[in-house]
């Protein structure tokens, strides 16, 4: 389509900016949610490759279907709560947006724990939403294309504002200009900046051959500058009330900065900005991205999450219909260790001990909630560590926990953790006998060179003392030399040193 031109971004365009979002919250693992339709199902490869480039999986892809029913929006949102992924993208249209929203906030999606991401396509056009949908999406996260506000713009909404409340008089003037509406503005007066440049009044017209039962498309004429006109709409760039107006690329519009907001009650807050640049930050400057002070680590502002938390949610939950993790517990001949009994009014295994205690701890630290029940080892018939471990081989248990020594037979079956004591274990290493019975050890720290040159320098020490001794008439340097010279002169090299 070569008279194509699109004066809007494209919705790949977006991708990267959400991609960010979730590096800098630490989510490993999101769920794609969109409408069966060429709108929803467009956005898919890019925001899967933009994840990839991040590690980041997409284990499941609910895909809604265009004309679903509030029946089939349950069923859809069931599915997802059954699964252990907290994070969702929501790429769909507005109403069916809504929608799913009103349903989630019913089945209690909106609680804590849980994190959303909407795309731009509803985003941008937040303020027009209906006030209880908003309300019931408290707590979602957006990513919206980013106007930057001027006189002009404050003139042309109040304009615009006058003009709507004249046409809708029994609508709520809460109806704002969105971003949608200022790319259509754009659009106009750059088609009318290029028709006015090219002139139309000189255009020849080529009408069409009449068909029957044609329609009105069928029966327009051709303009003959239209190729002409094409490019003068191309090549204009103007500053718009959308931003830079600019399709030189691709013949279509593109986008540079992307607002982050968060919904909270029946409004919304910006929380940062995104660009290719400087990725994401809380604060634009004329100037680009300023950064004062110490930033956090995803450099956004604080963020209301869903059910009103101020914490970030971990991405990950195991749901409560899912499978809890067998934990099996054997009371140790040392009870400081692990000590386990059988309460038999709660039906549950109780347990305590420093074991019970390093495992519970760890599992603290965990990233993600770990749901697990301890089952006790039965001792009465099979009481040794060998069948216990052997249960886990079995898959009786998922794990065990309990006093037990790392031995190879066992190893063979299951595999163990680090040993929270100390093993034992001792190193075993080869010793030079010679060199310790050698008498001469004391020689070994310097080489041969190095005693060779230390015994010159003493030598030459020596002379140079006795020389100096006996010039100054020292009356034990005088007569024949003797041991009793050399000791001196060895004495006073020593004093001298």
């Known amino acids: 389509m070569p008279y194509f031109v699109r004066a809007t971004p494209d919705d ?71 699964m252990q992924t907290r994070v969702f993208i929501v790429h769909m249209s507005s109403t069916m947006t809504s929608l799913l929203f009103m349903k ?63 046409d809708n008089p029994d609508e709520s003037p809460s109806n704002k200009l969105s971003i949608v509406g200022l ?6 007066w750059a088609l009318a900046r290029a028709a006015e440049k090219v002139g ?15 329609t009105c498309l069928e029966s327009m004429t051709i303009s003959t500058k239209g190729r002409e006109l094409l490019k003068t709409i191309v090549q204009n760039k103007f500053k718009g009330f959308s931003g830079e107006f600019d399709l030189t690329y ?65 991405g990950w939950e195991i749901p409560a219909v899912g499978k809890k993790l067998r934990v099996g517990v054997r009371s140790s001949k040392i009870p400081e260790f692990i000590k386990t009994y059988k309460d038999p009014v709660k039906n549950a295994t109780i347990v305590s001990g420093l074991t019970i205690d390093i495992f519970e701890e760890a599992v603290k630290r965990l990233p993600f909630p770990l749901s697990y029940e301890y089952l006790e080892f039965d001792t009465t018939d099979t009481g040794s560590y060998n069948d216990f471990v052997y249960h886990v081989y079995l898959q009786e248990y998922d794990i065990a926990v309990a006093d037990i020594t790392i031995r190879y037979n066992r190893s063979l079956y299951v595999d163990f953790t680090v040993p929270y004591t ?21 020689l070994k720290p310097l080489s041969t060179e190095m005693w060779i040159g230390s015994i010159i320098l003493f030598m030459y020490t ?32 020593f004093e001298e040193s």
């Open 183 to 188: 790319w259509g503005y754009d659009a106009i």
């Open 462 to 493: 020596g002379v140079v003392v006795w020389l100096l001794e006996y010039l100054n008439g020292n009356e034990h340097v005088h007569g024949p030399f003797s041991l009793k010279q050399l000791a001196t002169t060895i004495f006073t090299i």
């Open 250 to 314: 691709k013949k279509q519009h593109k986008a540079y900065v992307f607002q982050i907001i968060n919904v909270v009650g029946r409004g919304w807050r910006e929380i940062g900005f995104w660009t290719v640049k400087s990725g994401l930050s809380r604060q634009l400057k004329q100037d680009g991205f300023k950064k004062t002070g110490q930033q956090p680590m995803h450099d956004l502002n604080p963020v209301i999450w869903p059910g009103e938390s101020t914490k970030i949610p971990m």
């Open 200 to 214: 139309v009044s000189n255009t020849t017209n080529n009408p069409l051959l009449s068909i029957k039962n044609s």
């Open 422 to 442: 100390e093993s034992g274990v001792g190193m075993i290493v080869p010793v030079k006998e010679n060199v310790m019975k050698d008498v001469w050890l004391f």
């Open 104 to 166: 989630a906030k019913e089945l209690g999606m909106m609680n804590q724990g849980f994190a959303w991401i909407t795309t731009s396509g509803v985003a941008n056009i937040m303020d027009t939403l209906n006030p209880r949908v908003i309300e019931a999406m408290s707590g979602v996260l957006g990513v919206r294309y980013h106007v930057s506000r001027s006189q002009e713009l404050d003139n042309l909404s109040k304009r615009w504002n006058k003009m709507y409340l004249q």
């Open 12 to 82: 790949s365009a977006q991708v990267n900016s959400i991609a960010s979002l979730i590096q800098a919250y630490g989510w490993r693992e999101v769920v794609a949610v969109y409408d069966d339709t060429d709108y929803g199902r467009g956005i898919v490869p890019y925001l899967t490759d933009a994840l990839q480039k991040i590690d980041v999986r997409v284990p499941y892809r609910s895909v809604i279907p265009s004309l679903a029913t509030s029946e089939t929006i349950i069923k859809k949102l069931n599915e997802l709560m059954a």
